[in-house]
Every structure is written in structure tokens, then in C-alpha cells.
């Protein structure tokens, strides 16, 4: 285990990839580290992370989890939540990961679109710059509306607006509304 102490989450996500990379479970690190990584630093004391597992694969991933000395809850969303499931992942210190999985509209293709960048002398994948914008655009928050404002502006290469109009449709007409309105701002 990486992390020595409290404030660590990004050292806990290291040590949760690697295990989802021995497993072959594509990953994608989302939330706030990859909106440090889209635009501003913005601090955050967990880290986030959308699967690609159903939720039988994830109660294994849990106990395997486990077994490698880490907490575990798994919860399920019910029908009207857009996350089928949360495995949330902490150490001993109160570090946290959060695996999500089955956000509902997500293009699974935001896979295999994902960057990988270099961390702490390994990899990890972080979601691509227009999925990224999609899902903030799905999220809706004002946190979320500002990261997804600071992504489109930070962008040193052209964003595919294209792109991040499909996927925001198929977030719903909401986020695709929330997309045309930063988009004219």
C-alpha cells in the first residue's frame, strides 16, 4: 500500500488500478483529479473512478479488495439513480476511492477515448477531455457546470464539439441543454 497517511486518495487509487489492471478491468479516473487534469487544480479528499464491470464482477472486485487488506461497501442505486452501483475503497488512514459502475448513458466507448498519464513512477487513466465535459454536463451542479466551463477553455487542443453534443445527448436532453448553454456563454 502507497499511501502513509490521511489525505492520500490518489496513492489509494494507484494501488486500486493496479489491481484493476491485473484484472483487465478497464478503469477511468473522473471527478475532481480529472478535472485538475482538464483545467484547474481543484483539491478533493477522495478519488473517483467509473468501471467497466456489472455488478456481479464488482462484488468479486470487492472481495478481492479485501482480501488485499482494504475496507469496502458496496452499494447499489435503485431505478431512478443514474449509477448502478458504488464500491466504495478505503485504507487504513481514511483514504477513499470511489468505483462507480453503470452510468446510465454513458458512452462506452469513453473507454477506449481515455488518456493515460504518468503518476508517482506508474499510469493511470483518466477519462478523455469530451467525455469529461458530457458527464459534467449530465451532473449538473454548479461545481459541476464550472469544471465543465473551465474544461472548454482550457483545452490547448481543438475539443470536438460534435462529440460532446452526441454524448451529452445520450446523458438526456438536460445535458445536452446544459452543453449548448456553455457553449454560448
Partial sequence: MRARGPGQSALLLLDVAALLDDRGID????GAMAASIHGPIRGTADADALVSVAVPKLKQLQRELKKAGFSTDLRHG???DPIGALLAVTDKHGNRVDLLAGLRGLDTAAFSRAITLAFQGTSLRVVGREDFIAMKCFAGGPQDIVDARQALRAA???IDIDLVRRLSRRFGRPAADVFEQLLSS
Fill in 78 to 80: 435503485d431505478a431512478d
Fill in 156 to 158: 490547448k487542443e481543438q
Fill in 27 to 30: 478503469y477511468v479516473v473522473v
